[in-house]
């Protein structure tokens, strides 16, 4: 019987090539349309490390300015200072800790066809791959021993130790860094957290650093400061050790806590340290200690642009109207055939039968228009690739669940548009339309 | 009122041509009631839409109501079937989106009357159908017989000279058929010149002169019994 | 004329449905075009702020030195030397940060000294004596640095020069009743207690930061940089940078080694990669609105196709009675009126409402109220172009349709 509805409903659709034709695109472009921004949206608003992210914890203290909270109201900074970086994740108190921080030098490579190029680093502790679950292609992290007594060793990314060594495994190689022998010790496999959840505050949707590095290699080797720094007062004295010893924040810092207790005592800790710095006079501020979640953390950051949740609720509309429009052209379809309807009445189609007839071809025009508008929706984060660049390609694709929401999306709605219009139109009489008027 | 002379109607495809008019020629005297019969294909139709000014004609000469109407553009032929001609349909074409009262002001909006004279025209061609009390219904509500008085109303409202009816009974059982002649025949009676087509013989018996037309020319002579045989063929 | 107004609506009340889904239509089509153009409105505003600068004929570049024993110094000297003699360059100076760039320097200035008082955020530039002239900025009050308020700025340099040139909007923050001639020579204090002068008041020149509440906030303060990296930002004459940027790069590339030289990039590139966003999103929204349109106006076609096709009996006989052509058009033209009439007025008070919204959640500017009835008469206008095709099929039917048994 279903193959029989089919039928009909390509025949149906068939004789009225311009009105079908409208209503699928209408329905193609208020999908397109909405996908489009749903895929960015969900995209940016993905969890990056599923299976873990509600034991990964975004640490902060307030080492603010006593006059001023670091953001209203009472929000405590976004960051560290190294001190206090280096005291909590050197403390251990975590199931893991890592300290982090941006840096980046100037790469000096032994094969003179490649220029000197700057290299971003990251800075952080061993914990951080195995907290984040980073895979290595090649070679291992770091011992913990290089974390308390820096080694000049470096992880490299996939992509770096194929612009440095054509990809081969180089773990044992150097390269030099202002005049610093670094040696490979280990190279990652691509790994791109979307969002790039572990440094917020340089943007969620940049790149990987192109480097890994002992964290205390930043004072071992003058590193500068990448990313935000963030001061509210002046470091006493000059030179590089009292700018990094300084109330100056540039420093994230992310633990694991694989359950409820855990994270009580890592709250209660944090509390104890920050009373022991004040009894060294710092931290002149109130209590304000805070552990955030992965997608908490990403939510107070507003990883989701405003404009992208605008264009969400936009889209969202522009659906509407879409499906508006097809209410009113299905109704106009199915009056053309009332008399059809009648007749199939007369000789004995029951209301419901008819009722299935119809939502079958209002079905069958939504999955049409869902193709089209997945096609579209394809097209759309081309143009939406194209019109905001790097920082959006990637979140501008889909994956399967998107495709599939896509579908759903288009059935869904058109068969919604169809309720009406079939309803109507399968509620005449049997007889009143045999008779010519 | 109305003198045709030698119309001819060509109705032109690119294989064939069909001469629906030939050379018809036709005089209605003010205040008659001519009934023009005809079995199907004879060109009545051809001739109700030339005479109502809904269809132009190829060649020949149609003065109505003492005007030359052969060669009006589409505008001018507007007014006058909206001034001079009252229609009646054979399915009553009333607007089933509008009630009774809307239904008879339609004409009457295209007059251009102002609202009281529209509502006044409106009640009182009404009234005088029988149907006053029920103007806010619509045309679904009533039946076919009433239908057919609201559509007379609708033609009168407008006190046109000239009543051209299109098998007015045609949708009609014989109990209603025969109310609405009684109609017309009032209609006639106050000095309103009608026209009616109708292929059935017994209806045209009943106007005041019977003109029979066959293959598009008016027949002169005919007889009863040659028009009812068409009639049970046509029927 | 005899607009028919009462029996259209009448008739129309009949099929309720039909013109509700249009109305609506119209109402949510206008609710998106309005608060479309208001949003496409108020980021233009945001792009078409005057950065101050030449941003035609301006570019910069970066200087990163990897080499230990690079005397940064010397080179900064000699290749700003190099690059003013170049033909074509207008003027150029070493600075440490770029207008719009996205990443620079700020620091707060306060009137008092104490760290307990609020203090104005402003972006900092550190360059030479020349920077006014490399800008292109006026100085509207006071006097430009000279080669004696100049000092070398390293690592290791911890305090600030005793003398700044502030932006007017800056000086405005900080002293709201003074004119720019009184602000000159007025102490402010930086890192809470430390003074500085202000010398000169300059009338506009934009932070770093596009996004940032302080854009206009900007003080230069007479450092030479001895840092390792630097930037120098260079103005060519009219109409002759794409040359000069290709000059000074030889220039720059073959005479150290060391260092590097990189990330050249004209002003009105880092203007538009600072506006990506902004201009992204009008690109978008201007495509929504006018897809939109075109499917509302199909839809209000299709419509008015199918409901012409569905009177066709009606029209005939309204032409039987006395109707014109233009009478028929009318008709039409008049529905569709009074049903995008119905559509608009909805639509204004959806679209206050959604800004409403937007502006609560979004924090975006408040539509202005002259976009209601823009949006409402384009959408009428819209509306009677769409039905006019259709109506026009109408007044074509014959009014002989009328004696056609059905």
């Known amino acids: 019987m279903f193959t029989y509805y089919l039928r009909l409903a390509f025949k149906s659709i068939k004789r009225t090539p311009i009105l079908s034709a409208l209503m699928i695109s209408a329905i193609a472009l208020g999908i397109g349309a909405c996908m489009t921004t749903i895929s960015v949206n969900y995209m940016m608003s993905a969890d990056p490390i599923p299976h873990k992210s509600d034991q990964l914890y975004y640490v902060r203290v307030d080492s603010w300015d006593p006059y001023n909270a670091f953001d209203d109201p009472n929000i405590p900074p976004n960051q560290l200072t190294w001190t206090d970086a280096t005291n909590l994740t050197l403390a251990g108190k975590a199931f893991r800790q890592s300290a982090m921080a941006r840096s980046g030098g100037v790469l000096e490579p032994d094969n003179p066809d490649i220029k000197p190029f700057q290299a971003g680093i990251r800075l952080a502790y061993n914990d951080f791959f195995d907290m984040f679950d980073v895979p290595f292609l090649y070679g291992n992290p770091w011992t913990d021993e290089a974390d308390i007594n820096p080694e000049l060793v470096v992880v490299l990314t996939e992509q770096l130790n194929e612009r440095l ?48 590095m002992p964290y205390r290699l930043k004072q071992e080797l003058e590193l500068p400061n990448w990313g935000n720094n963030n001061c509210w007062k002046p470091s006493e004295g000059s030179g590089f050790m009292s700018r990094l010893l300084s109330e100056c924040i540039n420093n994230q810092m992310w633990v694991e806590l694989p359950n409820e207790q855990a994270r009580q005592d890592y709250m209660d800790f944090l509390d104890s340290y920050v009373n022991e710095q004040k009894a060294l006079g710092r931290f002149p501020r109130p209590l304000n200690n805070k552990l955030t979640d992965v997608m908490d953390w990403m939510k107070h950051e507003n990883v989701v642009p405003d404009d992208a949740e605008i264009m969400l609720w936009l889209s969202f509309l522009f659906l509407l109207v879409c499906l508006l429009n097809t209410i009113g052209l299905l109704m106009a379809k199915f009056a053309t055939k009332s008399s059809e309807i009648g007749l199939r009445r007369a000789v004995g189609a029951s209301k419901q039968a008819l009722f299935i007839q119809h939502l079958v071809e209002a079905g069958l025009i939504g999955f049409a228009g869902g193709i089209l508008g997945l096609g579209l929706s394809l097209l759309g984060l081309e143009g939406v ?53 | 009122m109305l003198t045709m002379k030698d119309i001819k109607k060509v109705f032109r495809t690119d294989l064939v041509e069909t001469h629906a008019l030939r050379d018809f020629s036709l005089e209605v005297n003010e205040g008659e009631f001519v009934a023009v019969t005809g079995p199907s294909g004879s060109g009545k139709t051809t001739f109700l839409n030339i005479a109502g000014l809904l269809e132009t004609f190829t060649s020949g000469s149609y003065v109505l109501d003492g005007m030359d109407v052969s060669n009006l553009n589409d505008k001018q032929r507007s007014k006058i079937r909206n001034e001079k001609i009252g229609f009646i349909f054979q399915s009553f074409n009333l607007i089933p989106d509008l009630d009774l009262f809307d239904n008879v002001d339609v004409p009457l909006r295209y007059r251009g009357f102002n609202s009281a004279e529209r509502k006044k025209r409106i009640e009182e061609s009404l009234e005088m159908v029988g149907l ?34 299109d098998e007015p009974t045609g949708n009609l059982d014989t109990k209603m058929a025969h109310s609405v002649m009684d109609l017309l025949h009032e209609i006639n009676a106050n000095g309103t010149t009608i026209v009616m087509v109708t292929h059935d013989m017994h209806l045209a018996k009943q106007a005041g002169r019977n003109i029979f037309v066959r293959d598009g020319r008016v027949s002169e002579l005919h007889d009863v019994s040659q028009s009812e045989a068409t009639d049970a063929i046509s029927a | 004329m005899n607009l028919e107004i009462g029996p259209i609506f009448r008739a129309m009340m009949r099929n309720k449905v039909g013109a509700m889904l249009i109305m609506l239509q119209i109402a949510v089509t206008m609710t998106i075009i309005a608060n479309g153009f208001s949003i496409i409105q108020e980021r233009k505003a945001l792009m078409a702020r005057d950065s101050g600068v030449d941003i ?52 707060g200035l306060q009137t008092e000294a104490g760290d307990d008082i609020d203090g104005s955020g402003t972006a900092v530039y550190m360059v030479d004596d020349h920077a006014l002239s490399a800008y292109d900025v006026k100085l509207i009050a006071g006097r430009n640095f000279e080669l004696t308020d100049l000092r070398w700025r390293t690592d290791n340099t911890n305090d600030w020069a005793d003398v700044l040139i502030a932006t007017e909007a800056l000086t405005k923050s900080l002293f709201p009743d003074l004119t720019p001639q009184e602000v000159i020579g007025k102490t402010v204090f930086i ?69 590097m030289i990189q990330g050249m990039e004209s002003m009105e590139e880092t203007q538009r990669e600072s506006y990506t966003g902004a201009s992204g999103m009008i690109k978008m929204l201007t495509l929504i609105m006018i897809v939109l349109t075109i499917i509302t106006a199909m839809g209000i076609v299709g419509l008015a196709s199918f409901s012409v096709n569905r009177r066709k009996k009606q029209i005939g006989t309204r032409r039987a009675l006395g109707a014109a052509k233009n009478s028929i058009i009318r008709y039409f033209m008049i529905e569709n009126l009074i049903i995008s009439g119905a559509g608009v007025i909805v639509g204004a008070i959806l679209t206050v409402g959604l800004n409403m919204i937007l502006v609560q959640a979004f924090s975006l500017t408040p539509i202005a109220w002259y976009y209601v009835p823009i949006g409402m008469i384009s959408l009428l206008v819209i509306g009677q172009i769409a039905v006019f095709g259709p109506a026009q099929k109408a007044s074509s039917i014959p009014p002989a349709l009328a004696t056609r048994s059905a």
């Open chain 3, 56 to 107: 035609a004929n301006s570019f910069h570049l970066s200087n990163v030195s990897f080499a230990e024993d690079f005397d940064m110094q010397t080179a900064v000297i000699d290749d700003l030397k190099a690059i003013r003699e170049l033909p074509g360059v207008a003027d150029a100076i070493q600075v440490n940060a770029i207008p719009l760039s996205g990443s620079g320097w700020s620091m």
């Open chain 3, 191 to 259: 890192n809470n207690h430390e003074p500085i002068i202000i010398i000169g008041i300059i009338d506009k020149l934009q932070a770093p930061w596009s996004g940032w509440n302080n854009l206009d906030h900007v003080m230069l303060t007479p450092d030479r940089l001895a840092f390792r990296g630097n930037r120098y930002y260079i103005r060519a004459e009219e109409g002759v940078r794409d040359d000069v940027m290709k000059r000074v790069e030889e220039t720059l590339s073959n005479r150290l080694s060391g260092r």
């Open chain 2, 132 to 165: 006053a009390s029920r103007m806010k219904h619509l045309p679904a509500q009533l039946s076919g017989g009433q239908q057919q008085r609201v559509a007379i109303a609708r033609a009168l409202a407008g006190e046109p000279r000239f009543l051209l009816a």
């Open chain 1, 385 to 437: 690739e194209s019109l905001f660049g790097d920082f959006i390609s990637k979140v501008a694709h889909m994956d399967a669940t998107l495709v599939a929401m896509a579908f759903g999306l288009a059935v869904l709605s058109s068969v919604a548009a169809g309720l009406y219009p079939t309803w109507k139109a399968c509620n005449i009489a049997p007889a009143s339309q045999l008779k010519s008027q």
């Open chain 1, 165 to 212: 060594f054509g990809g081969e495994n180089s773990v044992g190689r150097t390269i030099k860094m202002r005049s610093n022998d670094l040696t490979v010790i280990g190279i990652t496999k691509t790994w791109e957290p979307v969002p790039r959840f572990y440094d917020i505050t340089t943007g969620p949707f940049n790149d990987v650093s192109d480097m890994f």
